[in-house]
């Protein structure tokens, strides 16, 4: 996993010589020639979660146009046009994080390939429905022209800021909820060929080495709690800590621990359990150690780079609602996700992934999971 972090200096450069600073004297008036967009054209397709899930996930699809817009004295005279852009966009809200994450791609007809706007902000409501201050967190804008980048760099805003509202979100989500997907188990049986041969349920060679680790090794988030009489409790659970004890099974690929200083601090422990060699329909499941039953609120710290998967869910059994979506142009460090309230009895539960897919411009179909987190909410 190659590191590709990118810099804001990245959304502001201009292929359009049109579209830098130009100024020109008449009459006293001062002429500004400034690159712009409009993607108005962009229509909601899918919602989930909206509007109380711990995620919103939104598609669009439509048209962006990019042009000059010639500004005089602070009042624009006019618009030249650029170019006409197919564009289909997906955000994600993570409640918990505070975070949006919007990928918006952009296909010239005429033109071959395609070009991707990502823009992270951290908000203090979700921007897509609502109107929040937001502050920046990474930006890039693979087009160069100017005009894609200047909500995310002008306004702190994503591209999808008003292109739907709060109700025709809730209802789509609404009318999503209506379909809940088969679980990712189910979906593994269905896929022939994906594990060459092995169930679902069969457990092969984590990592090289895994199977050498004495199968008496603690997790040390929950070492020293019993199964016996035990209350429930906060379980922060490391998942290189689960490959350690040879918590893990994978039917396609293998899992290792993967050092992540070089790629910043937001990794606990400095590492992650890192999946590779897998493909659509394969699954990796962790066996997670639950001292007392209880109601617990599962958060799931996953890491997204350039080539990563998108991933369904499954806790005990339970399908997580929504898939989550493994790309990023950068290597970006795991923000909590709320995976949902479960209610768990005591002893051993699966904590299932299954790889569902990729986004086109992603290179592999690997996984990085830092560590998952329980909270007691309740009785089971």
Partial sequence: MADERFSLQDGVLSLCAAA?????????ATTVNKADADCSGLELKAASGVPDGPVHQYAFKGICKSFVNHISDGSSTGKTPDKTYWAEAKAEWNEQASTLTERVTLSNPPASGSWDVVTILKCTKDPIVYKPSCVLVQHKNETKWQGFSNAALEQK???????????????LSKQAKGGTPPSPAAQAGAKAGASSGASSGAAVASSAGASSVAGGAAIASQAGASAGGAKPTLLNVEAEDLVKAGKSSVNAGKVAIQPMAGFGSGWSGNAQLFWSGGSVGAVLDLAVNIPAAATYAVELYLTRAPDY???????????????????????????????????????????????????????????GLDRIRLYPVGAP
């Avoid at 805003?157 to 209802?171: D, E, H, N, V, W």
């Fill in 20 to 28: 830098l600073l130009a100024w020109a004297s008449g009459g006293g």
């Fill in 309 to 367: 998967a998108d991933l369904k869910m499954e806790i005990d059994g339970k399908a997580v609602s929504f898939t989550f979506q493994g790309f990023a142009p950068g290597v970006m460090a795991p923000n909590p996700l709320q995976a949902g309230k479960f209610s768990l009895p005591a002893g051993t539960r699966k904590v299932s992934f299954m790889i569902a897919g990729k986004y086109p411009k992603s290179t592999g179909y690997y996984m």
């Fill in 157 to 171: 805003r994503p591209i999808l800021s008003g292109k739907t509202t709060l109700t025709a979100a809730a209802a």
